[in-house]
DNA sequence: TCAAAAGTGTTATCCTTACACCCATGT
DNA sequence: ACATGGGTGTAAGGATAACACTTTTGA
């Protein structure tokens, strides 16, 4: 075996949502996600990142899950004779107990990806964004054409639906088309605010992976507090999703996959009258697919 | 940065399907799944793996896409002063050209994974699997508790219904009580063909993430050869679920989504009445999302 | 003629979506 | 009284699952 030794780092993307905004812990002001070496010492790379992240910032993470892998090299200028592999990693924290507190700093998503929240309604934004695309499609009729249609299902253009899952899918779009580059191009009113690296990829990478998730595995309790009012629940959904919902049949689905019981209490924190109280039910159904079958299957 | 420095490996789970039955490409005789050290001259993760899959194998990969990073010290006996971070990659090849022809080796997954076939009807084996793990749950209230319900939901006991995904957290329970430990333990009739180190819990990634995605992106026609009859196709799905489906909800599933048109030929191969042939309509949706919302939202 | 596979048609049921409306509280 | 949020009921439409039946070939 050459020459295949490289430098691991670990990075995560760590996500709470407070004040129905969903944010993200960042360090160097909100410039670059937290990261740091994987090392011998630890037993596993899960285990290696819980330590370091506790260390580092004193929150304990509830879920966490594995996000992707990169090598490729446009990254950090680096002496070329090593590469630099990150395994990258997606954590759920719970409402933070310190919010001002610590240095680690939390920005909203949308101050990096401001054309994905569209819980007002469709961000101005999109139309400087949209101009921008079609003119980068080019003129040689089949490019154009192929990149048109990639651009239409990926911004819900041209009769396509807006589909919130593909996040990193647009951001990759905008990059190939030199919108985001993160060497300060665009107006960052438009392109959002940059960070270093690819941190800002992977973050999108985090962002989509979670709005796909909340919609067939009951993770969005991770990031609610030990009880909770249905709409609370709906706007950090909501939040989440960048989209606005529908209520009264968000509260039907809720309480047909039976995640959730009645504490007993009463809030009266909202404006109107006072909302039950819920709490996720932890015990039953840990490993529950909510998933239904889309295979037409045959008993036999 | 101290200790960060690793060895970068990287491994394959390559399938086709032929015959009806699913295939893994493997080496060392069906002892191994191909890998290969990251070396330095690869433009990026992706590039290196196909790269030496053309070198080895000499199959061109349609589809590639990562499955999971691994780092965790309980793999192949290696002095421990150094680590080996193993990123795996799902590969889909085409009913391939030269079958018996070459080197490297095709096995047929349900060789190493004889419970997940469930086509001819709950495989026996299941019988002989639930009574092992009934007596590793114990007799301590709690953990016996929570380890029956994760059992029963994982191989569909007790009123819970057999889903065809779970395939690697079925792989983890099995392992994690003694019954499919790779030193050997159980009679392979019952427990599968072991592999080297943790390969066989990789090829259980593969499929269970192979079975998840046929159900929402348009990744079996990777699979198919450029022209295919509605029952190959229905056959092929069928292999990958381990499931036997509804032929004419299957039809009917497949043309309202609009993936495939009719090439105008006929085959006349299969046992009665010659089948109309159809091609995956490559051009349309590239970037399809065959998925339903699973959120109740609301316009405005 | 029969087996094997290709296809068509119809029905009951459930889930999603949309809409309409009432209830309880604070100002 | 009214604004705000909580909460219930129901009906239309579409997708799914199950079943029954016809058609076309080769042996």
Chains 1, 2 share one sequence.
């Not at 951001?171 to 800002?200: C, K, N, W």
């Not at 606005?244 to 809720?254: A, G, P, V």
């Amino acid at each position: 075996m050459k020459n295949a030794l490289a430098h691991a780092e670990l990075i995560a993307v760590l996500t709470a949502v407070t004040g129905e905004e969903p944010r993200v812990m960042t360090v160097r002001g909100g410039d670059a996600l937290p990261s740091g070496p994987f090392e011998l010492g630890h037993r596993s790379l899960q285990s290696g990142l819980r330590e370091w992240i506790r260390e580092q910032t004193g929150h304990p993470v509830g879920y966490l899950e594995q996000l992707y892998t990169f090598a490729d090299r446009d990254r950090s200028p680096t002496p070329a004779s090593r590469r630099t592999i990150s395994i990258s990693y997606l954590g759920l924290v719970r409402e933070q107990a310190a919010p001002g507190a610590g240095k680690p700093g939390w920005h909203g998503w949308y101050e990096y990806f401001p054309w994905e929240d569209h819980r007002r309604g469709r961000p101005d934004q999109l139309a400087l964004i949209a101009d921008h695309l079609r003119a980068w499609c080019g003129v040689e009729p089949s490019r154009r054409e192929h990149r048109q249609r990639r651009i239409d299902f990926a911004f819900g253009l041209n009769g396509a639906v807006w589909n919130e899952e593909f996040a990193l899918h647009r951001y990759e779009l905008l990059y190939e088309s030199g919108l985001v580059g993160e060497a300060g191009a665009g107006p960052q009113a438009a392109t959002g605010r940059p960070m270093f690296a690819d941190h800002r990829r992977i973050l999108a990478t985090g962002i989509a992976r979670l709005r796909a998730k909340i919609k067939y595995r009951p993770v969005v309790f991770e990031l609610m507090s030990e009880s909770f009012t249905l709409l609370q629940l709906q706007r950090t959904v909501e939040a989440l999703a960048g989209l606005t919902l529908h209520k009264s049949n968000f509260r039907r689905l809720i309480d047909q996959q039976q995640l959730i019981e009645e504490t007993g209490a009463i809030s009266s924190e909202s404006g109107g009258r006072p909302a039950k109280l819920y709490r996720y039910r932890h015990a039953v159904l840990e490993e529950r697919a909510l998933s239904g079958s889309k295979l037409p299957l045959s008993r036999n």
